[in-house]
């Protein structure tokens, strides 16, 4: 039965019927439950289910009586639209384990702490191609980790040894810049499509990585040991690509910054392809991404990167207006999205700040702020990231402080009342001013370039159109490859969710919003 919430106490029954039950189990520890639905019903009283991520909210009850009961309620964010699903992936007969981890290692009584080593990758006789990666977490310690990223390192670097603080007194362990997994907060295994993997056991390929590990103790717990890493999985039955990872969006420090009290502000970098021949020092083929990774920290609501060919803009490459800081996955897209040299990539961040009394400014803490997508693409070139920032001097003249370097245009900040009405001067500059581009390769070579942010044009969608069983537009009807995940309720703590009929499930993008299905 359809529903919706006619309050927070209160279903009642949807004027349209489009949700259908395929299959319910239940035994001692899961619910599960199959359903079908248009992605969009347009019926108002349902969730569009889109490629945000979607807050599933769940009623259970002591017998079949459909009532919301405040105790007895959950959220979870979820990606409904899982595009390629494990199990149809193929698993090589000869797959080699190997664990990239940092080994008991004491986390500092600090908030933040980013931990690096060095690690060499599997020395191997041949080509092969890594397929598979997952974290390795310890019981207990999983939510003092952030993230987790892997990145490769030129083979003409002198590497040091030993763990310390990755951007602290040594530059030596923030060399290597080249991610190729990365693993966030409310993230799982990953598996790459049939045709891609990293290549390893080539004069081309890396021979070491940088294993980048980041911790918050928020709450400054002593004597806490940690062996946190990746495990990845690789073969030598090869596949048709070798796979990159492109880091695009906002240069991290020390421009940035998010005023206080901000209801909404938008965050941009720019990316500029023309300049990728130059720096990558030998011809780069059109790009083809397949999957992404997005990034921010606590105030982050949503993301997108978009595409521009020739001053006109192409595409939508991947978007999240429902971003959640606790569920951070690699995620496929529904379809590849081919880069040509030359195209412009922007990536704006959405932020809010209403519960903060000061500024916000880009950097590693967890209430710092960060602005990045990971494309995952083929074939891969040397390019590792191409990250743009604004012309704070131009800012902070804008908002009427005087500044004749960046260091003085970030300390004007400082001075400036936020006001509603400054908050929105101060974005407006900031997507107004031009950008610094900085574009880096695996090997350390930096290159500059400039441009400027262009408008992004909402995607528009058609009218709803009748369809058996719901209402729904054509390009809704189970795209390629899309296809509506099963939802499957864990009892992972408590005796009293077990064997209990499920009185209602629930999506939607604040909190008692929206009723899809109730049984």
């Given at each position: 039965m359809d529903q919706h919430?006619?309050?927070?106490?209160?279903?009642?029954?949807?004027g349209s019927q489009d949700a259908e039950l395929q299959g319910l189990i239940e035994d001692a520890e899961y619910t599960t439950m199959?359903?079908?639905?248009?992605?969009?019903?347009?019926?108002p009283h349902d969730q569009d289910i889109t490629s945000d991520t979607m807050r599933v909210l769940t009623a259970y009850g002591l017998d079949d009586t459909l009532k919301l009961d405040r105790e007895r309620i959950f959220v979870k964010s979820i990606f409904l639209l899982q595009i390629v699903h494990p199990d149809d992936l193929e698993v090589p007969e000869d797959t080699i384990i190997h664990d990239l981890e940092i080994t008991d290692f004491l986390i500092p009584e600090d908030d933040t702490t980013y931990a690096c080593t060095f690690l060499p990758l599997p020395i191997v006789s041949k080509k092969h191609h890594i397929h598979k990666f997952e974290p390795k977490l310890m019981d207990h310690n999983e939510t003092m980790v952030h993230h987790i990223l892997v990145y490769a390192c030129g083979n003409?670097?002198?590497?040091?040894?030993?763990?310390?603080?990755?951007?602290?007194?040594?530059?030596?362990?923030?060399l290597?810049?080249?991610v190729i997994v990365g693993w966030a907060v409310g993230g799982t295994s990953y598996q790459f499509p049939d045709d891609v993997g990293i290549s390893i056991g080539t004069p081309l390929d890396p021979q070491w990585i940088r294993l980048e590990i980041h911790y918050s103790n928020f709450y400054n717990h002593p004597g806490i040991y940690d062996s946190s890493g990746i495990r990845m999985y690789y073969s030598p039955k090869l596949r048709k690509y070798d796979m990159g990872v492109l880091q695009l969006g906002f240069f991290t420090f020390p421009i940035h910054f998010i005023p206080p009290r901000a209801e909404s502000f938008m965050s941009y970098g720019l990316c500029k392809t023309d300049k990728f021949e130059e720096t990558n020092r030998a011809p780069v083929p059109d790009i083809h991404v397949y999957g992404y990774l997005l990034h921010t920290h606590l105030a982050g609501r949503a993301l997108q990167a978009v595409q521009y060919r020739n001053g006109t803009?192409?595409?939508?490459?991947?978007?999240?207006?429902?971003?959640?800081?606790?569920?951070?996955?690699?995620?496929?897209?529904?379809?590849?999205v081919e880069i040509k040299p030359g195209d412009d990539l922007l990536v704006e961040c959405h932020y809010q700040t209403l519960d903060r009394d000061s500024l916000t400014f880009g950097g590693p803490s967890t209430i710092n702020e960060m602005c990045l997508i990971f494309l995952f693409y083929y074939p891969r070139n040397n390019i590792s990231s191409c990250m743009g920032y604004p012309d704070i001097i131009y800012v902070a003249n804008e908002l009427g402080e005087e500044a004749s370097d960046s260091m003085e245009g970030m300390m004007a900040m400082n001075n400036v009342e936020w006001t509603p009405e400054?908050?929105?001067?101060?974005?407006?500059?900031?997507?107004?001013?031009?950008q610094t581009v900085i574009i880096k390769t695996i090997d350390e070579v930096v290159e500059n370039t400039t441009g400027w942010i262009p408008d992004i044009v909402p995607t528009p969608r058609g009218p709803c159109l009748e369809s058996t069983g719901g209402k729904v537009e054509p390009q809704d009807k189970t795209p390629a490859g899309f296809r509506a995940a099963p939802v499957v309720l864990l009892d992972s703590s408590t005796a009293t969710l077990r064997c209990l009929p499920l009185a209602a499930l629930l999506f939607g993008q604040g909190a008692l919003s929206w009723l899809l299905?109730?049984?």
């Open positions: 919430l006619v309050d927070e106490d209160t279903l009642e029954e949807d199959r359903f079908s639905r248009p992605f969009r019903s347009c019926d003409a670097s002198a590497l040091p040894t030993g763990i310390s603080d990755c951007y602290g007194a040594d530059p030596a362990f923030s290597c810049s080249q803009q192409l595409q939508i490459i991947c978007k999240d207006d429902a971003y959640d800081f606790n569920l951070q996955e690699t995620r496929d897209l529904p379809y590849r400054n908050i929105k001067k101060a974005e407006k500059a900031c997507k107004e001013a031009q299905a109730s049984l």
